[in-house]
DNA sequence: ATAAAACGTTCGATTAAAGGAACAATCTGA
DNA sequence: TCAGATTGTTCCTTTAATCGAACGTTTTAT
């Protein structure tokens, strides 16, 4: 298993758990789980059983995906996560589907795309500001966005972790 | 940990192997494994740990969140594969995202959800009728679509396969 | 018909994850 | 100030997850 994923999932999880400004040996009573045994994950060095990370995923009320799913995309900027969901075939209009998971506070600025490609954006949970850099949306739970992505534009995560998906579209969209 | 959910995931894994048709031993040696922890897991004994669902997720291709749990689960019908993506965390405004394919030709029809739920779909490839049962929409790659899902409707492929990605709103969108 | 291969399960041996206690360092309160 | 509690880490022990091999069965091929 990849060294790196299990670090992400250390990092994680003591995030979570100071969001919530428990200590370790709390969090691990609350699990039911020895404090050695979350010290160790914290660190990212072991490889934890499921029962252990099912434990601490109630405690920390977060959906078991979200705990461990996020280390699985590519990390593209600090605290930001893409994983490609799948590719559009049609060549009349290219689409790129991603799933983007952003650590609290993270803030990316992306680079301009190819003339007339746009985006579109729908926010799963947390808050975020996104959109070309001078005119960025507030995006909460639920809303969705689609702009031009021809120009510079923004991600910039609220104070929870937010899941959003991305589309890309790389051609205009053909006119019904 | 719950014995039951256990079973359930070593029931999950058997499922996804068997439509990939994929023989016991076959699955443990690409995912580098012993065949004999494979072996438990399907039936349910154990509690594997997270490398080895790891390597199972990546060689299924599938989600590792999904793998482990899949709250409205990965379900099969005609011709349509869903797998749910994240679950969004925010009560105000609960999101399901999901991924969707559809074989050619393949046609669903989907009972009313509670009130006010709302339904968002991206296609991402491929040609799809969808929306509600009396006044569906024609989608192409890049095109979306919001409607009312309180009510019965419909999923129609045309005559490629198509991937869409779907999002439910469970509660009504807050007024910005 | 019979051998060969592959199937999934079960069995000990090895490895490592989980638990428990001791540890130094820090924070708390009298 | 000083005792007590709490922090997170590290050691050692216990437990069990993983591995490799052997097993009986079924499928395939000659």
Redesign the pocket.
Known sequence: MEEHALKALGERITCLRQQREW????LAERA??????L?????GI????L??LWRMARQLEVPFGTLVAPAAGALIDSGMRVTLLEQGTDDACPVDAYLMHCDPHSRRIAEAHTPHTRERVEVIHGHIRVGPTEAPAELDAGDSLEFNADCEHLYEAGDQPVAMLITILHAPRRPR
């Open positions: 200590s370790l040996s709390h039911g789980i020895a404090k050695s045994n010290s160790r994950i914290e660190q072991g490889n934890p059983t029962d252990t």
